[in-house]
């Protein structure tokens, strides 16, 4: 027996090739060494000149465009937004290449029902809601979404290879009770406009629920992790169960969408943009915030703004690090993400179903990936890109940052192709290149007990001419609550002018 596995080795290595296809790519994000600067009180500046604004903006995510959509709308002009990365749109950002836009994050917003009406009024200003629908367009092409689970692709996400009699039961049972939450009124988005009853399910974990109410699946269970790892990048048993029963109940379950385009929500972006962009300063960073008899002192590199109120639209956790006696943000956490762009020069080859949008592998640590030219209308697309996800889920947020930045771009490459092989084997032969974006704060994580802790209640409340702006008020990343966000601080800050005016 010993001979003849000998003998079979050294065919198999005979016939492997020697010499692999080099595949190009690195690290895209440049900011977190600023960033470390920053949090380590090293950055000195000495401004040239100083402006006078009534308003300024810190931070060009969605919820700092989102403030300034709603001042412009409301016809106020005089305001600045100021973003440090060299492209606004935190993590809507996207990249582009010879083949396709792509998206560095975000990717897709769920059709809006009655209760965002703030999204439908967006929408429906760049042209993507018309007349109550949708233009169809923008909405997901089919098919959607597939799942490589035992040697094959199946379609959607929920596992149905293999699933026995008793799995299903657990996914009828969660889908009763996922409808009467919905019917409850609890879960909303925004999530402030809820009832906000039923604190008690942020006492527990997702999976201590998911115990506690009897399931027993082990496809259930994995589906619902895969769902908190998507939009929390933590596990069940690292998010709240009020958090993740809203990812179910939030949203109609018959909704049709979603919406998403080649550079995912970077769409949006460009869109704001084409309106906004004389008021927004990028590749500048907000070093100090300091208060003073007639407001606040926004220091840059080369400018001190003068504000009589600041929207403070990055995340949280920096509002200490840069706001004079600001205090941490206590019990905030946040998820490290990487996202990898790959360009394929051909397709790898399929067993079964065709690609998806979103392409999915079962009990993998990634997310999977979405297909940035999915969305094409022609009939023949040789090379493409796609979108891989890997939220650091498994290990705490200081160690999954201290991975992010100790790891060469190599052992991401090797990880990502490793990954991707268990559906596609020959995708080595497929990539020209894999560019990489670490994201050491992507998103904030709805852990056990931050939705209704006294601490994000109050920050999340607008005080005086400091206004925090971000999804982390809500502790949800989604769209909606970055959107509702900037424009509640954006309509404070108008009250606030008016009544200094008056």
Known sequence: MGSRRSFLAAGLAGLTRKSPRPIGGGFVDTSAAIGHRLRDGAVNVAPRQSVRIPVVIVGGGIAGLSAAWRLHKRSFRDFILLE??????GNARWGENEVSRYPWAAHYVPVTGH???????????LGLLRGGEWEERHLCHAPQERLYI???????????????????????CLAGLMQAFRASGEFAIPAETGRRRMAHLDQLSMGEWLRRQGFKSPYLRWYVDY??????????DDTSAWAGIHYFASRSAEEHGPLTWPEGNGWIVRRLLEKL?????????????????????????????????????????????????????????????LTANLTLDRWPRERGLPPAWDNVIYNSPSLGYVVATH???????????????????????????????DKPWAYWRDQILADLERAHPDIRDCV?????????HAMIRPSVGFQFSPSRRRLSAPSGNLLLACSDLSGLSLF???????????????GRISRAGA
């Open 84 to 89: 440090m990365e060299a492209q606004a749109g």
């Open 115 to 125: 209760g965002a009406p703030l999204v439908g009024e967006l929408f429906e200003e």
């Open 150 to 172: 035992h040697g094959r692709w199946q379609e959607g996400l929920e596992p149905e290879v293999a699933a026995t009699a008793a799995d299903h039961e657990d996914y009828r």
């Open 227 to 236: 769902c908190c790892r998507d939009d929390y990048g933590a596990t069940i």
């Open 277 to 337: 962009r004389p008021f927004v300063r990028v590749a500048t960073m907000v070093t100090r915030v300091l208060r003073d008899r007639s407001g606040f002192r926004v220091l840059t590199a080369d400018t001190e703004y003068r504000a009589a109120v600041v929207i403070f639209a990055a995340p949280a956790f920096l509002a200490c690090y840069i706001v004079e006696g600001f205090p941490r943000a206590e019990g905030f956490q946040y998820s490290p993400w």
């Open 375 to 405: 969305q094409s209308l022609r009939t023949r697309i040789d090379k493409t890109v796609w979108t891989w996800y890997r939220p650091l889920a498994e290990l705490s947020p200081p160690d999954g940052r201290r991975l992010l930045l």
């Open 432 to 440: 020209l290149r894999i560019d990489v974006m670490r994201i050491g």
């Open 480 to 494: 909606e609550e970055a959107q509702y966000r900037g424009v509640r601080a954006a309509d404070a800050a108008l």
